[in-house]
Structures are given as structure tokens and as C-alpha cells.
């Protein structure tokens, strides 16, 4: 549901983090499909991993006209915040992340991660 003159539904913080954990789970099957066995289950998931997935719906529902290069863009913004860096290899204790990069230099199967994303925010959050 929306607001009148408000593109953004007004949705408790429960069900964010309720998509927040559909989106996890995709992304956790998409990153299987190839080769990336890393991803946690959303109950095993570290905080920070969580915080970071609530905090994309939050962009998605906020932005949903953006393109998909804004929703990694916003995503890195957060990390570099955090602390995170690049790093060839994915390493949590390290805050390392190869796709740390802007969107452009992602592959393609790591571009469709944001459209994959997007696309379950939006899908459960219309109508």
C-alpha cells in the first residue's frame, strides 16, 4: 500500500525484513547456479549480511525507478562505509569483496544479482 503522492509503499519493518530474506534466499540459490556455495541460510546469516540486504530493500522501495547500477551503487557506498575493500577473493573477517568495483567492471551474472533483487522487492511490494 501507498501513501497518496508517495511511490513508496509504507511497509512495517517486519515485512522489509521479511523481503529482505526471499531476496537473500534468490540470491543465495543464484549465487549456487554459479559455483558460489559461500552464502549462509538468512537464519545463519551474520548480521551485518542481513543489515545489508534490509538495508537494499529499503533502497529499492525508496528508489524504484533507479536503474540497477544505483541499487550496487548504493550497496557499496554502504560497504566502503563499513569498512570493506576490494579484494580478488570474497573474505568476511577481512572485509574483502571482489565486487567492489563499479557497476560496469561487474560481470554480467553479478549485474543481474541487482536485477534480481529489484525485481523481487518490486514484485512483492506491487499492487
Same mark, same amino acid.
Given at each position: 500500500?501507498?501513501?497518496?503522492?508517495?511511490?513508496?509503499?509504507?511497509?512495517?519493518?517486519?515485512?522489509?525484513?521479511?523481503?529482505?530474506?526471499?531476496?537473500?534466499?534468490?540470491?543465495?540459490?543464484?549465487?549456487?547456479?554459479?559455483?558460489?556455495?559461500?552464502? *549462509?541460510?538468512?537464519?545463519?546469516?551474520?548480521? #551485518?549480511? %542481513?543489515?545489508?540486504?534490509? /538495508? &537494499?530493500? +529499503?533502497?529499492?522501495?525508496?528508489?524504484?525507478?533507479? *536503474?540497477?547500477?544505483?541499487?550496487?551503487?548504493? #550497496?557499496? %557506498?554502504?560497504?566502503?562505509? /563499513? &569498512?570493506? +575493500?576490494?579484494?580478488?577473493?570474497?573474505?568476511?573477517?577481512?572485509?574483502?569483496?571482489?565486487?567492489?568495483?563499479?557497476?560496469?567492471?561487474?560481470?554480467?551474472?553479478?549485474? +543481474?544479482?541487482?536485477?534480481?533483487?529489484?525485481?523481487?522487492?518490486?514484485?512483492?511490494?506491487?499492487?
Amino acid at each position: 500500500m501507498t501513501e497518496k503522492g508517495n511511490p513508496m509503499p509504507t511497509l512495517s519493518d517486519q515485512t522489509i525484513e521479511d523481503i529482505a530474506s526471499i531476496c537473500h534466499a534468490a540470491n543465495r540459490e543464484y549465487c549456487h547456479t554459479h559455483g558460489d556455495d559461500s552464502q *549462509p541460510t538468512w537464519l545463519n546469516a551474520p548480521d #551485518w549480511q %542481513r543489515s545489508s540486504a534490509i /538495508a &537494499g530493500v +529499503r533502497f529499492a522501495l525508496a528508489n524504484p525507478d533507479a *536503474p540497477d547500477s544505483a541499487q550496487h551503487e548504493a #550497496w557499496m %557506498r554502504d560497504k566502503l562505509a /563499513a &569498512g570493506w +575493500r576490494y579484494g580478488d577473493v570474497k573474505r568476511p573477517e577481512a572485509k574483502e569483496h571482489p565486487s567492489l568495483v563499479s557497476f560496469d567492471r561487474l560481470p554480467p551474472h553479478q549485474q +543481474r544479482k541487482d536485477a534480481l533483487f529489484r525485481a523481487i522487492v518490486k514484485a512483492l511490494t506491487a499492487g
